[in-house]
């Protein structure tokens, strides 16, 4: 029986790593689920960890620089991309392992498989093995769903992607996927003598577009991040010429929006779901959900009132390092019609001041800052103040439980 060819997107960047393609790609997803069709995503990443969960510096060298990139642990326990926890808040599902692969757990996996003796073959090929064992993989995702989106780590050109861009050129040569590209351009800003200019420099997507060209994944479109909604049409003309893209209905713009919340109303506004259906033959549904457009809505809302302060005990005052903690705050907010806003606690002066302006207390994870937080509890406690502990942070709430109190 011949196997059906299941449409891929993939979303790469051009020579420019960390621009949203996780945010990007969750939003594209949510909008071709929201046509009826069933969707997954799937996060690759090139390096050899067996998850994200090993990348963070502390594991076994606490005097180095803490990480601010925040693993996101699904249902099954996988600690996974901090992707992961998009997809989950913009598709409304919850996800297992499987969206999830990096080189090192295809080595793990290889090397299990030969130890067991279910590679009956002499040699095990390095590069060979490792591609077929990706091609399974990708496809047993393939067939539970009608789109798949695959996430690209990195950039274009990176040597350790380059098993999946064979994978997918072998999966699109035996009619195993049709693929729609997509490539994430930065639209960068050149400021002197006080004033901000737009300055695109096509150069880096031109340079990008003929790399993703030499691996087989020459680009369908091209998204431009941008911190403006506006783009110099000159610019998009050159960049249609050098490419070969229609300026017109191959470029879309990502930019900076209100909330994250908005891209995918922006994007369906550029009709880049219908431009991807239209590729694949689908029908264009009546939009059956339009669940984040409400929440964007609320969240709106909700800004225009006074905030309330909630305090953070953590590990680092990024945003990047908390971003579930963030939105599981902003989710509960929006529920409660309540405006919230976080305060670091690792970022103040006097902490102790600010701790007593906050309504609550959240305690997370993390050896930083230990003494410090055991006093934030013992203030919390005898001001009555709601404290939720986290990992490590319930240890320290029993800590100063028994210290003080019993």
Known sequence: MKEPIVPNIIVITGAYPDIGKGIFTSSLAYLIKSHGYKVAPIKFDGYLNASSGTMNPYHGRLESAYSDE??????????SDADSGYYERFLHDTFMNESNISNGRLFGKLAQRE??????????????????LLEELILDEVKKNDFTFI????????????????CLNLLKSRRKARIFSIMLSPYLEKKSDNCTELSYRSKISRQAFEKSWR????PDTIAIRVGDKKIVKND??????????????????????????????????????KRILGHFGKRTKRATEK??????????????KPALNIAVFGKSVSDDSYVSLREAVQHASIENGVNSQIVWLDDEKNWQKALKACRWLIIGESLRFITEKLQAIQIARTRNIPTLAISFGCDLLVKEFFENVL
């Open 215 to 218: 691996q087989g994944l020459m």
């Open 151 to 166: 996430e690209i780590g990195g950039t274009i050109g990176d040597k350790d992607n380059e098993i999946l861009f064979d």
């Open 115 to 132: 130890k067991d003796g279910k590679l009956r073959h002499g040699e095990v090929l390095n590069y060979r093995a490792l591609r077929n």
């Open 70 to 79: 925040e693993v996101f642990v699904l249902e099954d326990g996988y600690e």
């Open 291 to 304: 669940r984040i457009q409400q929440y964007a809505k609320k969240l709106r809302f909700i800004n225009r």
């Open 236 to 273: 998009l003309e050159y960049l249609g010429l050098e490419t070969g893209l229609n300026e017109s209905n191959d470029v879309y713009i990502d930019p900076d929006l209100p909330t994250i919340y908005d891209l995918p109303n922006f994007l369906e506004g550029q009709y880049l779901d």
